[in-house]
């Protein structure tokens, strides 16, 4: 065995008792864990915004402005960039997400703060998940908050109105420059001041509010976990490295557990 698939796999023996010795795993996940799922990550080689560059920081203010002409355009798919959104459609859980789920179901993961706006973790069975950027399959009223499932409002007229208020609803995920929603702001930091232990999966940690959690629960004193191919903001105050994609380490922890 190589030295480096050694180092692996006693970093996942290292993740593996930390989890058996927990009783308040929480997680945050990022774009990394749905990658083997076709759905490309935000930065790095191949990269949604290293491909197509970031969306302009005024998305938010330019919805407020006009939210009709918001929803003409993200209603005609024939702009670039339109295929990440096609992948996400198309994905299904991987490994990497029916291990977390099972996880759940073994009680030793008691949280996921998700920055993944797919769905992939409800798919795959978790049920404890705070999505921090929001689902592109629903909706939001921007007067009562009100999350309805996209595929049950009438895009008739634009922009949508609430059911419920009549407010003018949003699609769910979050955007550049958009305040995070209260009531899962309010769960994620919840979270990180329950976590006795912290993973950190699939994502490059550069993204605030959501990458200070792990570093909230660090600072009380957590071990971190770090789940990830390569190098993260935040390796460095990792307890345990697993250099490796999440869809072979999760299974190989939940396997461990088992036993
Ligand atoms: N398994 C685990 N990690 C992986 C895998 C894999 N199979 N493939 C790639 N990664 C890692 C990369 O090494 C990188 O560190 O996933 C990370 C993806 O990082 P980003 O593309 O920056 O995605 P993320 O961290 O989720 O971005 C955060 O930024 O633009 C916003 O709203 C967007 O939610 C997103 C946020």
């Keep these: 065995m190589s030295e480096s698939a050694a180092t692996t796999e006693s970093a996942i023996a290292e993740a593996a008792a930390l989890l058996r010795a927990s009783s308040h795993a929480v997680a945050l ?29 005024d998305g938010w203010d330019l919805f407020c402005t006009d939210p009709g002409a918001w929803w003409r355009e993200a209603l005609d798919h ?22 977390m789920a099972e996880l759940e179901r073994m009680g030793r993961l008691a949280h996921i703060i998700t920055q993944n706006i797919d769905n992939l973790h409800e798919d795959a069975g978790s049920r404890a998940v705070t999505e921090i ?20 409002i009438s895009l008739d007229r634009l922009p949508p ?7 003018i609803l949003k699609n769910d995920t979050v955007m550049f420059g958009e305040p995070i929603p209260d009531d899962a702001l309010r769960m994620c930091y919840r979270q990180a001041a329950a976590a006795d232990l912290f993973l950190v999966v699939g994502t490059s940690a550069v993204v605030y509010p959501a990458a200070s959690f792990p570093i909230l629960a660090r600072e009380r004193g957590a071990p971190l976990i770090e789940i990830n191919p390569e190098p993260t903001e935040l ?9 490796a994609s999440a869809g072979s380490a999760l299974p190989d922890i939940v396997e461990l557990l088992r036993r």
């Design 29 to 57: 996940t990022g774009a990394g864990l749905s990658a083997e799922s076709g759905i490309p990550t935000y930065r790095g080689t191949g990269g949604v915004w290293t491909r197509f560059g970031e969306p302009t920081i």
């Design 235 to 243: 390796s460095h105050i990792a307890s345990i490295v697993v250099r």
């Design 78 to 99: 024939s702009h670039a960039g339109s295929e990440f959104a096609e992948s996400i459609d198309r994905a299904v859980p991987n490994a990497g997400h029916i291990a």
């Design 161 to 167: 109105t609430c059911p419920e208020c009549g407010g």
């Design 133 to 152: 950027h929001g689902n592109r399959r629903r909706v939001r009223c921007m007067n009562c908050g009100t999350r309805d499932r996209l595929d049950l």
